[in-house]
């Protein structure tokens, strides 16, 4: 393919937040009276927070009206925010920052393209909001994943054809996201919830440009 931009979401590619967020979701289910595990988890990666909570309230067999439901996941969003407020580019994850310096030293375009309404304050936090061209996050979108708004929206501030783009995703909503959106895909993670991805890579650490100009 002719590369010319790569969209890389933030949540468990460039940084392990996920396990802030599962934090912060397995608190919520305590309070209401359900344990809620890693496995329960995979389901709610990548997927936006009120779609995830309705995910775990299903897991737990509880119901709520609409009003509950914003405060719930509001005070998961409050926990959360805390758990991310110290987080410092000690936390970005391995590879990343070769891979991007790589791909921009190749004049390829980088993009953020995140489900969550944090992705700003991640990336300060960790500071390498200008290691990105574009960032598009859950602020700009309206479809969640795998709806691929948050993808085609990262290609259109790129000023890229969708099929000069290669998304990176650790979620199975977001490998089909990215399918959807008629874009090659990069499964970060394992090859058994990966497996629709063009390719599967363990991390960020290997991969080369020539592998992705490949696919
Ligand atoms: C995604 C995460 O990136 O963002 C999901 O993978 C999360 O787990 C979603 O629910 C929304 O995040 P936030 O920060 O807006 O609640
Ligand atoms: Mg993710």
Aim: hydrophobic residues 45%.
């Amino acid at each position: 393919m002719e590369l010319k931009g790569c969209i890389f979401d933030l949540d468990g590619v460039i940084v392990d937040t996920a396990k802030y967020h599962f934090m912060a979701w397995r608190r919520l289910a305590k309070e209401l009276g359900f344990v809620f595990t890693l496995e329960d988890n995979e389901a709610l990666k990548g997927v936006s927070r009120m779609a995830s909570l309705e995910i775990l309230l299903k897991t737990g067999g509880v119901t709520a009206s609409d009003k509950e439901k914003e405060q719930l996941a509001a005070r998961k969003n409050g926990w959360y925010v805390e758990f991310i407020s110290g987080m410092t580019p000690d936390e970005i994850l391995p590879g990343s920052i070769r891979l991007l310096k790589a791909l921009r030293k190749e004049g390829i375009l980088t993009g953020i393209g995140s489900a969550s309404k944090n992705a700003g304050m991640i990336l300060d936090g960790i500071r390498l909001r200008e290691m990105f061209d574009v960032i598009v996050d859950g602020n700009k979108i309206h479809k969640a994943k795998p709806d691929p708004e948050v993808f085609l929206r990262g290609a259109e501030e790129m000023n890229l054809q969708p099929s000069e783009c290669i998304v990176f995703e650790d979620a199975q909503a977001g490998i089909e996201a990215a399918i959807a959106g008629g874009m090659k895909c990069v499964g970060v993670g394992s090859p058994e919830l990966l497996g629709r991805a063009d390719l599967v890579i363990p991390d960020l650490r290997k991969i080369t440009i020539k592998q992705l100009r490949n696919l």
